[in-house]
């Protein structure tokens, strides 16, 4: 094998640091849904022991932004929806914008407040996921903090009962209870830092569901 290839562990010592399979081991799980799932493409070396997947040095971009994706989204499938669909990818920039204005740590995970912003810029505008490395917002992966079963959105659901405002309402819309959303976000200031953009994408959601009903409504009348 070339050095331009790589095997999972071997890419992820690489992206992550030398420690960071042996802090979480699961992330080779994670890392190889990708790879199930079309996110990052790989070549599978066959020989008589074990197959083997390596990754080509040009997938590494991906494979890095698909990992720090799914910090925040636990769901492989949606991490791959964010990379495929551009409405997708914009409808989490927009929840991606909220859970980060201004915030120092999310569940105990601390930010680099320099890449924040930059890290959602990229997600709204037309960075291309495949072709250059998002900018890192975490100091460290939140995988070997929380596990690869969670994520920053899961573990800020499971603490709402102490979350502030903004959080809380983040939470509301991430389970599409749009409605209570919009009671709730509306007692805030708009003019607060990323109410607006909440608030606009909790507006959609309704106005989109509405538009759904009134859909059904006149088929049924039919």
């Known amino acids: ?3 331009d290839f790589y095997s999972v562990p071997e890419a992820l010592k690489f992206l992550f640091g ?3 399979l042996v802090e979480t081991p699961s992330l080779r799980t994670r890392a190889n849904s990708f790879l199930r799932n079309g996110v990052v493409s790989f070549q599978a070396d066959l020989n008589v022991h074990k197959n083997t997947n390596t990754i080509q040095e040009s997938e590494l971009d991906t494979l890095f932004n698909a990992m720090l ?7 492989s499938k949606e991490v791959k929806a964010i990379f495929c669909e ?3 990818r914009a409808q989490c920039a927009g929840v991606v914008k909220a859970m980060f204005t201004r915030q120092h740590s999310l569940a105990g995970i601390a930010l680099s407040s320099s890449k924040t912003s930059a890290f959602v810029t990229c997600l709204e505008g037309d960075f291309d996921l495949r072709a250059e490395r998002l900018p890192n917002p975490f100091k460290a992966l939140p995988q070997t903090t929380l596990g690869t079963n969670s994520s920053l959105l899961r573990v800020l659901l499971a603490q709402a009962a102490v979350l502030e405002p ?3 309402i983040l939470i509301k819309y991430l389970d599409g209870e749009w409605l209570e959303a919009k009671a709730l976000i509306d007692e805030l200031d ?4 990323g109410v607006a953009e909440l608030k606009a994408e909790i ?4 106005h989109d569901a509405e538009e759904v009903d009134d859909l059904l409504d006149f088929m049924l009348k039919l």
Do not use: N, Y
Request: no cysteine; proline share 4%; charged share 30%.
């Open 203 to 206: 507006d959609k959601k309704i």
């Open 1 to 3: 094998m070339g050095l």
């Open 190 to 193: 708009e003019t607060a830092h």
């Open 18 to 20: 030398s420690q960071v």
């Open 166 to 168: 903004m959080d809380s």
């Open 86 to 88: 551009p409405e997708k």
């Open 69 to 75: 994706l799914s910090a925040i989204f636990a769901d």
